[in-house]
Nanobody
Framework: DLQLVESGGGSVQAGGSLRLSCTAS????????MGWYRQTTAGGDWLELV?????????AYADSVKGRFTVSRVNAPNTLYLQMNTLKLEDTAVYFC??????????????????????WGQGTQVTVSS
């Protein structure tokens, strides 16, 4: 069964950059639309959509990250990336990757996410400090 594993999180000062990775194991996501969500402390259990990328490479971003974040994917090996530049304090969150057909702007919780999406990762923490 396909599993998604995020990595690349960490602590960074405001204005800095990080690149998150989401690697597939036990299968591929060549035929899947992929996305990144994040869960902030302020948002409680809610997850907000950060970015998506379709199989043809078409991308979409939340307004809050547009112009700062870039989502990309490679199929060999199956890896999804999220390049995050000019990080802000409010970008502090746990970031999750997902594979599926539909990407709502918000998802109530990770429990719901694991049921809704075809595949869902375990998350990686990003902490931005001043």
């Amino acid at each position: 069964d396909l599993q998604l594993v995020e990595s690349g999180g960490g602590s960074v000062q405001a204005g800095g950059s990080l690149r998150l990775s989401c690697t597939a194991s036990g299968g591929t996501f060549d035929d899947s639309e992929m996305g990144w969500y994040r869960q902030t402390t302020a948002g409680g259990d809610w997850l907000e959509l950060v970015a998506t990328i379709a199989t043809d490479g078409t991308t979409a971003y939340a307004d809050s990250v547009k112009g700062r974040f870039t989502v990309s994917r490679v199929n060999a090996p199956n890896t999804l990336y999220l390049q995050m530049n000019t990080l802000k304090l409010e970008d502090t969150a746990v970031y999750f990757c997902a594979a599926g057909d539909d990407f709502p702007t918000r998802v109530p919780s990770t429990r719901v996410a694991t049921q809704f999406f075809d595949h869902w990762g375990q998350g990686t923490q990003v902490t931005v400090s001043s």
